[in-house]
């Protein structure tokens, strides 16, 4: 150390050096976060992209049964040249957006009517209550919301919701064991709803006192006052919560494989009640059921395929999600 | 003056009476019991969830599970305890805030206290929020790419086959740290935000390097928001699933690897609650739901002290310096 203050030489002082030192270090820290996001882009849409390349656009589309495409890929043959590639994920992809779509959906509803509930209207003792519980559900690890899902949910819906006559008609295309969309998307609303009533409830907050008493002093009730003034304050917020609770919900894995059904099915909404019934397996949960098989050189590449498409997904949504969240930076909000 | 003393606006006010619900609108009133519906709702499914695991952790679970480890076993009451998966899921814990700690506190002081060149210190802030909206499946299989590269074969194993592995607990606590890094990051950075300038001020004037500022000043007052952030990160990673099912072999005990003690655990597969919890349930193999209900209790439990005991502790001792 002091010899290299030496060598280093130059009039400064070792304490200057020694700043320098510390920030350029911290520095180089820093921005390994970044040499870590480009190494995973990289890294894992390079191992994806044979599964691509085979198919190209097709890779998107419907064709045929995607499970028994995966359990052929799966099979391939041990030479490369003659490796399947053949696929085309619709039905997971639909799994995702479908999954991810309603749960965000009803997650705005319910969120914004929660923050306001925080904010505004909960009297200050049930306030404390409210607040730790809805930290408490984010804290809920995903895998006991699957064992919640899978033990209690999803037998309840099999035995007692879907009758007799609504299995058999459907018998012949997809068996209906209760484990299906409603249960999904019920439990990742409740997954990822604390996520957005945070963000929301803190922009809500933040809205100058000036606007709200604006409102009451021209004669609005405290409904008017939140929903005309509030609310529309914090709309950057709503939009960013969306965002961010999309990104949280393409990326539930566990939980899905768990409650799904697990099966490469595409529930169809011209069943209509029997579409809430039907099983189905968004993306993230693919690669959990098949994580044994990676290293089956072909079917890893697909599951990295899928796993290419979820990263730029989540990428995209986290900076669309900051980019939303830029106008509330005028009232001083962070999140 | 006096015509104003006369002004009988009050009154006025008076007559209206106070803003009361009843007077609302229909659609108000109905949109206020919707806020409450909603609070309500929120809290019932979060007592019926609490509720329940209780009753079924409490129903299924026995002390000696703690202390057994698990075992191959046709029924439920041969297949053993649940002894390598706390440890697995402590040792993890552990790896993942090691790694996550030092990186997370010196991105945040970096960002606030120096954050040059402006463009860099952006770009850093957006990839962290990034790294926290990737989800962890992802990132578990990303780590398992990277780290089957045949250099960093020391942190994992080889198969027979001489292909490096990639699983162990210092790969998937490497990658785990990534999901705790944001946490511990966004807290340090926000409590660091809240240090008024004077007290920097006050230690340059006292002569100190800005430094030795960070070092005797910055890192003791921020240390509840380290504290808490890393409480929250802890929390984040024993509840993590995915990199565990596929980052650590999700094996039924702690297989090691070498002869070094210590070090052969770390590069060898395990378990932790998680992955026992996925396993034990319907979805895996194991299927024991009882001792899947037991695991997820004490997990459960574990999480809960992680998020609000430790903050509590925080909070104290803040109150007691401050």
Known sequence: ?335 | MSTTARNPGPQIVHKRGRDSVSNWRLIDRLALYACWAVGIGLCTVAAALIGYMCFRGIQYMDLSLLVTNPAVGASQADSGGFLSPIIGTFLLTLIGTVIALPFAVGAAIWIVEYGRPSWLARAVESAIEVVAGTPSIVLAIFGLLLFSGSIFEPLSFAADNGAVVGKSFLTAGAMMSLIAVPLIFTSTREALMQIPAQVREASYALGKTKWATIRRVLIPSVRPGIFTGTALGMGRIAGDTAIVVVLLGATLTLEPQGDIPLIKTLRGSGSTLTSYVYNNSPAGEGNAPQKAYAAAFVLLILILILNFGIDKLARRSKKESV
């Not at chain 1, 045929?64 to 053949?86: H, M, T, W």
């Open chain 1, 1 to 335: 150390m002091e010899r290299s203050v030496k060598d280093a030489g130059g009039g400064q002082s070792p304490a200057a050096k020694m700043e320098k030192r510390a920030e350029y270090s911290l520095g180089a820290l820093s921005s390994l976060t970044l040499v870590l996001i480009a190494a995973m882009v990289i890294y894992v849409l390079s191992k994806g992209w044979p599964s691509f390349a085979h198919n190209g656009l097709s890779w998107f589309g419907s064709s045929g049964n995607v499970d028994q495409q995966l359990s052929e890929i799966f099979n391939s043959p041990a030479n490369p040249k003659y490796y399947v590639y053949k696929i085309g994920t619709w039905p997971l992809l639909y799994a995702t957006l479908l999954t991810t779509g309603l749960a965000v959906l009803i997650g705005i509803v319910v969120a914004t009517l929660a923050a306001v509930f925080i904010v505004e209207f909960a009297p200050e003792s049930v306030k404390r209550i409210v607040s730790p519980v809805i930290r408490m559900l984010a804290a809920v690890p995903s895998v006991i919301y699957g064992l919640i899902g899978i033990l209690v949910l999803v037998p309840f819906v099999g035995n007692e919701i879907v009758s007799g006559g609504r299995k058999q008609s459907v018998a012949g295309v997809v068996q209906l064991s209760g484990a299906s969309l409603i249960v999904a998307v019920v439990i990742l609303t409740i997954m990822i709803c604390p996520i957005m009533i945070a963000i929301v409830a803190d922009a809500l907050r933040a809205v100058p006192r000036g606007w709200t008493e604006g409102a009451t002093a021209l004669g609005a009730n405290r409904w008017r006052v939140m929903w005309t003034v509030s609310v529309r304050a914090a709309r950057p917020a709503i939009i960013a919560a969306a965002v961010i609770a999309a990104a949280r919900a393409i990326g539930e894995g566990i939980m899905l494989a768990m409650v799904s059904g697990s099966v490469g099915f595409a529930p169809n909404p011209l069943d209509g009640l029997t579409f809430w019934f039907e099983p189905l397996r968004p993306y993230a949960a693919t690669i959990v059921d098949n994580a044994e098989g990676l290293s089956v050189k072909p079917f890893g590449q697909t599951m990295y395929a899928i796993a290419s498409v979820l990263l730029i997904t989540a990428l995209a949504l986290s900076l669309g999600g900051a980019a939303a969240k830029r106008p509330l930076r005028k009232y001083g909000v962070r999140l």
